[in-house]
């Protein structure tokens, strides 16, 4: 059974910085590209980043609103996913999910497993 | 990035009622295009993908369709447990975006 589970949520205040882990099961982690999605209370789901397989070149992608402060990491030996966090903001408050890329024929298709999230509360 | 319109944002049905979601994309994305069901305080899951395919485990009174810019998700018969916000998200090209979602409610 594939799992995935987060941790490291907590509450931060603006500017400072935090790290999330995410913690894979069941599956074989280092053929699959994984992401982080994140959801603030109460309203819709915005794509933060990925960390692509070896595969699909070992690289990094970020959504604009998040570029240069966050960094996504992975350690494959270890099935472990990463989100450091920097520099953070109030509207970074959300809960952070950890989730996998299902792969079709044309690459990375959809996201087919997901954590159960863990709450980042950014606020002085 | 590519934007994502659900409509409609809200709407309330009765069991047994055909229910239809659409998402509208500002450009051409294919077919490359997901739905997902997030009930509260849950994650979400994957329903459909690629546009109309099924996810392994997803009962079949889930359908969707729609290629280019125009999607839609339908529920053929709806059910207690289908009470939830649907979003969309496509996978055309990066930033994958999701559409604002659509809360589906019992009568």
């Known amino acids: 059974e594939v799992q995935l589970v987060e941790t490291g949520g907590g509450l931060v205040q603006p500017g400072g910085s935090l790290r999330l882990s995410c913690a894979a099961s069941?599956?074989?982690?280092?053929?699959?590209?994984m992401d982080w999605v994140r959801q603030p209370p109460g309203k819709g789901l915005e794509w933060v980043g990925r960390?692509?397989?070896?595969?699909?070149?070992?690289?990094?992608v970020y959504a604009a609103s998040v570029k240069a402060r966050f960094t996504v990491s992975r350690d494959d030996s270890e099935k472990a996913l990463y989100l450091q966090m920097n520099s953070l903001k109030t509207e970074d408050t959300a809960v952070y999910y950890c989730?996998?890329?299902?792969?079709?024929?044309?690459?990375?298709?959809?996201?087919?497993?997901w954590g159960q999230g863990t709450l980042v509360t950014v606020s002085s | 990035a590519i934007q994502l319109t659900q409509s409609p944002p809200s709407l309330s049905a009765s069991i047994g009622d055909r229910v239809t979601v659409t998402c509208r994309a500002s450009?051409?994305?294919?077919?490359?295009l997901g739905w997902y069901q997030q009930k509260p305080g849950k994650a979400p899951k994957l329903l459909i993908y690629?546009?109309?395919i099924l996810q392994s485990g997803v009962p079949s009174r889930f359908s969707g369709s729609g290629s280019g810019t125009e999607f839609t998700l339908t529920i053929s018969t709806l059910q207690p447990e289908d009470s939830a916000t649907y979003f969309c998200?496509?996978?055309?090209?990066?930033?994958?975006?999701f559409g604002q979602g659509t809360k589906v409610e019992l009568k």
């Open positions: 989730a996998r890329t299902k792969y079709c024929s044309g690459g990375s298709c959809a996201l087919d497993s």
């Open positions: 450009q051409d994305i294919r077919s490359e």
């Open positions: 960390f692509r397989s070896k595969n699909n070149g070992y690289t990094t």
């Open positions: 690629a546009a109309s």
């Open positions: 069941g599956f074989m982690f280092s053929d699959y590209d």
């Open positions: 998200l496509q996978d055309y090209n990066q930033p994958w975006t």
